[in-house]
């Protein structure tokens, strides 16, 4: 197993997005979703000049020998005070994209929200905002 080290808020950023965007033992996220997240990324000025093929490659090899968990909780402290609750945001748009949360969804942002140092009460406040956002959706089939 290889270290889990994260070296720069980016990457720490990627690897939490990528421990959102993928589960454990599932089939991976459709295509819609990855252009979601890299288009998040892309937008982002704080991913400016930073390569993010790399960043996802790195975050992926992490996730796959550690794991949700073990990723979020190693990768949160590495994220500024100032861009957390940015980031945050960026966990709620991708996890509740269908306008609904699933028990097991519902567990991975409290994890998110608990690592990010995110309140309890800003954090129902954010999800439920992306959850009424997102609840007409149209659902991309990939």
Excluded: W
């Excluded at 892309?42 to 975050?59: D, Y």
């Excluded at 949160?76 to 966990?91: D, N, W």
């Excluded at 439920?128 to 990939?142: G, L, W």
């Amino acid at each position: 197993m290889t270290d889990l080290t994260i070296r720069s808020e980016q990457e720490a950023s990627v690897a939490i997005l990528f421990s959102c965007l993928f589960q454990e033992g599932q089939q991976p996220p459709g295509e819609s979703r990855i252009e979601h997240l890299s288009r998040m990324l892309v937008l982002c000025s704080r991913f400016r000049g930073h390569n993010l093929s790399e960043l996802s490659q790195h975050a992926l090899s992490l996730f796959s020998q550690h794991g949700a968990k073990a990723l979020i909780e190693a990768a949160a402290p590495q994220v500024s005070a100032e861009f957390r609750e940015t980031l945050f945001a960026m966990i709620c748009e991708l996890m509740t994209d269908t306008g609904q949360v699933s028990e097991e969804t519902s567990e991975r942002i409290g994890m998110c929200a608990l690592y990010l140092q995110i309140p309890m009460e800003l954090m129902r406040t954010m999800v439920t905002t992306y959850i009424i956002r997102n609840r007409f959706n149209i659902e991309i089939v990939d």
